[in-house]
C-alpha cells in the first residue's frame, strides 16, 4: 500500500511531514490557475490583500520614513551636510550588508553632486564595530558628520569617545538595543526598545533598508531646503541593487517590505547599470540575469571574503566603481579570496566538528580553538547549526590582540540567540557582545567559555526544545513526476522572491524509483526517479552524501520506492531548459 505525504511521520531526515497550507495534491492532474494564490495564501496573506503580494511594489510597501525614531533628526542633519559641502564619512562593517550600506549612502550623496569617504574597519586588527580611536581619527582628518551604518547600536564606548572629541556621529543600524542607547547625533535602529510599534514591525529589514529609507528622508529635506532648485531629484530606484543584494545576504526576512526591496532590487540588478556588479555577476559566471539565489550563493560570499580574509574594503570600492576596468579586477580578487576562504573554512569546520564530537550534549554548541581564523567561525557556526539543528556559537581564542577570543553564533527558528548574547554581556560573561535573533557576535576571555555555554544552554535550553519539536518539512504541492515542467518552476517563481521568512515552495514527487543513484563532487548525491506514470527527472540532495539521508538514498533504494521532496528548478545545461529537484528530504513510499 503506498502512503500519502500526510501519513509520514518519520522521513529519512527524522521529520513529520505537513501541508503548509491546504491540501494541493495535484498527482492526478495539472496545476490549476489559481496556484500563485494559494502559495500566497499559505504564507499568510490575506485573501483581500492578494493582489499588493503578488506583485509587491514600493508603492505598495514604503512607509513615511519619519516613523522610525530620530530619522527625521538624521535626515536633517544629512541635509545640512549636503547643502554645505560638509566632508561626510560613511563607517561601514565589514560584511556584505555593512558595504552594500555604505556604498548606498556614497552613490547617493554622488547623485547628489557630493561624495563621502568610506571607512571599512579590518575584522583581524579593529574587529566589529565603531572604533572610538577610529572614529576621533576621521575627525581630525576633517570629515565633520560621521554616518556609522551596520553598526553602532551598541557602541556606547567608541561613541562616548567621539562625542568628547567633537565628533557628530549619525548611527544607522538594525542590531538589538539596550535600554541605554549610546550617544549619538541620531539612532535610527527599527529595533530600539523605545520604538513605535509601527516602526518596531519593520524590525526585520536589514541595515542596507535602513539606509535606503535614510537616503529618501534626506531627498526630500532636500527638496524642502530648495537644494535641487528647478532639477529633478535623484531617482533613488537606482539604488535598489544594491539594496536586494544586502539585504539577501544578510539572511533578513523576505516579508512585506522586504520582499517588494528584493523584488525591484532585482530588476534594477539585472539592467547591470552598476559597473561593480556587473563584473561580480561576470566573475560568479552568471550568464542571466541573478536570482535572489544568486545574490545569496554566488555574490554576496564574494563580497564577504574580502572582509573575512582579504582588504575589508574592496567590497565598497567595487560596489562604488565607475570603471568597468577596475571593478573587472576588483571582482576577479575577491572571486580568488573567496576560493581561499573556502579551503580556509574546510579546516577550521574539520577542527570544529572533531571537537564537537567529544563534547558533551547541551542545548547550544559553543566549539573554541586555538588558531582558528575568525573571518570564516561565523559560517563554520552556520554549518554546524545546520548539520545538528542546534543554535551554535564558534570561537578563535587568540583572535584579540589581548588574547580575547572572537566569537561568531548561528541560531535556530524560535530561538533568539543576539537577546541571549546581550544579556551575557550584561552578566559580565562577555568583553562585547550583540546581535539579532538568528545571528550573534561577541568578545570573551578564554576563561569565561565554561560559564558562557552554561548561561546560554540555561537561557535557551526550554526555548530550543520547543522549536525542535515543533520541526516538521511543510509541503506546498504533491505532484506526479510528469507535473515537474518547467512551466511549473516559472509559476512558483511568480510568487517570489523566497528567503528567509518567505520560504520557496516545497514540492513532494512520488512514488519514485530511483533508476541511479550516485554521489557527485565532494558530497552531494545525484538521483534519477522515475514515477508510476512512466515519466523520470533529474534530483539531486546538496551536501548530502555523509548524512542518514544520503547513505540511504545511495546504498538503500534498490526495490523501494520513494516520495521526494524539495524545491524545483531549472537545469539549463542542455541544449533545451528541463526541470529538476533539488531534494530537501525523502520517506518510504510503502
Known sequence: ??????????????LA?????????????????DLVDQLLLSRGIARDDLDRHRRPT???????????????????????????????????????????????????LRLCGRDAR????????????PSGEALVRLGAEGASLVITVDCGAMAHDALAMAARAGVEVIVVDHHKC????????????????????????????????????????????LRTMGYFGAASPPDLMTLLDLVALGTVADVAQLRGLNRALVAQGLKVMARRDNAGLAALIDASRLSRSPTCSDLGFALGPRINAAGRIGD????????????????????MQLSQLNDERRAIEQQVQEAAEAQLAGARDCAVHVLAGEGWHPGVIGIVAGRIKEKTGKPTVVIALDADENGQGKGSGRSIAGVDLGAAVIAARAAGLLVAGGGHAMACGLTIAPDRLDALRAFLD?????????????????????????????????????????????????????????????????????????????RSFKAIAFRAAATDLGQTLLHGHKGRRFWLAGRARIDDWGSRPAAELHVDDAAFAD
Request: hydrophobic share 45%; glycine share 10%.
Open 312 to 331: 575589508s574594503s574592496l567590497g565598497v570600492r567595487l560596489l562604488t566603481t565607475h570603471d568597468a576596468d577596475e571593478a573587472a579586477g576588483i571582482a
Open 17 to 33: 511531514w505537513r501541508w503548509r497550507g491546504g491540501n494541493m495534491d495535484m498527482a492526478g492532474g495539472e496545476a490549476g490557475d
Open 458 to 534: 540555561e537561557r535557551l535550553a526550554r526555548d530550543i526544545a520547543r522549536a525542535r519539536t515543533a520541526q516538521t518539512l511543510l509541503i506546498d504541492l504533491s505532484l506526479a513526476p510528469g507535473g515537474l515542467t518547467p512551466d511549473l518552476v516559472a509559476t512558483l517563481d511568480a510568487a517570489g522572491p523566497f528567503g528567509i521568512g518567505w520560504p520557496g515552495p516545497r514540492v513532494a514527487i512520488g512514488p519514485v524509483r530511483l533508476v541511479k543513484c550516485e554521489p557527485v563532487g565532494a558530497d552531494h548525491v545525484r538521483m534519477v526517479a522515475s514515477g508510476n506514470d512512466d
Open 118 to 129: 568610506a571607512y571599512i574597519p579590518d575584522r583581524l586588527l579593529e574587529g566589529y564595530g
Open 178 to 221: 539596550a535600554a541605554e542607547l549610546p550617544v549619538a547625533v541620531a539612532m535610527v535602529n527599527p529595533n530600539r526598545l523605545d520604538e513605535s510599534d509601527e516602526a518596531a514591525a519593520h524590525g526585520n529589514l536589514a541595515a542596507v533598508g535602513m539606509a535606503f529609507l535614510l537616503a529618501v528622508a534626506t531627498a526630500r529635506a
Open 58 to 108: 514600493l508603492r505598495e510597501f514604503l512607509p513615511d520614513p519619519s516613523i522610525f525614531r530620530d530619522m527625521d533628526v538624521a535626515a536633517t542633519r544629512f541635509a545640512r551636510a549636503i547643502c554645505a559641502g560638509e566632508a561626510i564619512a560613511v563607517y561601514g562593517d565589514y560584511d556584505v550588508d555593512g558595504a552594500t550600506s555604505a556604498a548606498l549612502l556614497i552613490r547617493f
Open 1 to 14: 500500500m503506498t502512503r500519502s505525504i500526510t501519513t509520514i511521520e518519520h522521513s529519512l531526515s527524522g
